[in-house]
């Protein structure tokens, strides 16, 4: 039993480190997109 709650409690960190991995990502992609003097 304590196995998969240690199971439950990795994966659930390792999906929030995803998402905020994500949502770096995408900020720093309009950052890009803001400041580029392609226009």
């Excluded at 999906?15 to 580029?36: F, I, K, M, P």
């Amino acid at each position: 039993m304590k196995k998969l709650i240690v199971l439950a409690v990795v994966a659930l960190g390792g999906l929030v480190v995803w998402r905020r991995l994500q949502q770096d990502r995408a900020e720093l992609d309009l950052w890009t997109e803001a400041t580029s003097s392609d226009s």
